[in-house]
């Protein structure tokens, strides 16, 4: 679960301020996947920055699940990184010389636990996102962007966080393979209940989630909750309207 009240960051540069995030206010409950849409320079990665406290807002705050990590000192924001969140990014940044097994143990290790239970817990992780034997003993570069990117999402699920932060996860694949990954983010978001959160300027990807925040200059500008696909009707039926309706 996660809840932003009032959020705000102001950059101060020689040009004088400028407002990234303005006064943004918005929940995403357990188990659902959220896009977050706008413009190349709307404020979508300085949002979620903040969102995973590798930045700290001018004012405002972040909860996440009962957590109001705006008021953590830096000692307890390293613990909250590490434990509660898993970060996705648009190149994947898996470890070159590192396995693909490897590569979703590190956190673990980061994290206390035994290599043995690593090992295990990681294998899981990897055929949970559709992961074969083989394709978790070889590197990321005898990988296709589309498994490099399976492995990213289990690393990022490593550590069990609460909130998953994705930057442009689909950016660097073919579209039939992003809408792939984003059908996975979607099941991860339901069976382990955690919440989601992707910035993606691909509108497409952006209406297969649960619910859809429209930034512009900064302000939280539309809110959307995301129809779910309807199951396919008898042929004589008319035709069914899909969209997204305003909440
Ligand atoms: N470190 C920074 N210093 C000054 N201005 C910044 C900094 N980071 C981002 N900005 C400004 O904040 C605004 C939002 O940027 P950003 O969050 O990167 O947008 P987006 O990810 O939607 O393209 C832009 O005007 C950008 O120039
Ligand atoms: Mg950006």
Redesign the pocket.
């Known amino acids: 679960m996660l809840t932003v009240q009032n959020l705000r ?1 102001e ?3 020689g040009a004088g301020p ?4 303005d006064n943004i206010s918005f929940h995403v409950p357990d188990g659902v996947f959220a896009a977050i849409v ?12 903040l969102l995973g406290a590798l ?1 700290t807002p001018t004012s405002g705050s972040i909860d996440v699940s009962g957590d109001k990590i705006t008021s953590l000192s830096d000692r307890q924001l390293i613990k909250y990184r590490r434990d509660r969140i898993g970060f996705v990014f648009q190149a994947y940044n898996l470890i070159p010389n590192l396995s693909a097994l490897e590569n979703v143990m590190l956190p673990m290790e980061f994290g206390g636990v035994a290599k043995v239970e690593r090992k295990a817990r990681a294998l899981d992780l990897l055929q949970q996102v559709g992961i074969t034997a083989d394709e978790a003993t070889r590197k990321p570069a005898k990988l296709s962007g589309g498994q490099q990117q399976r492995v990213a999402i289990a690393r990022a699920l490593a550590n069990r966080p609460s909130l998953i932060l994705a ?1 442009e996860p689909t950016g660097n694949l073919d579209s039939a393979t992003g809408k792939v990954i984003v059908k996975l983010l979607h099941e991860l978001a339901r069976t382990k209940k955690t919440t989601i959160v992707a ?1 993606t ?1 691909d509108l497409e990807i952006a209406r297969q989630t649960d619910l859809t925040f429209k ?1 512009a200059d ?1 302000k939280l500008v539309g809110q959307e909750r995301n129809t779910p696909p309807t199951a396919p009707k008898p042929a004589n039926d008319p035709p069914v309207k899909r969209g997204v309706v305003r909440v």
């Open positions: 960051k950059f101060h540069s400028v407002v990234a995030v706008g413009k190349s320079g709307s404020g979508k990665t300085t949002l979620l920055g930045d930057d910035v300027h930034l900064g």
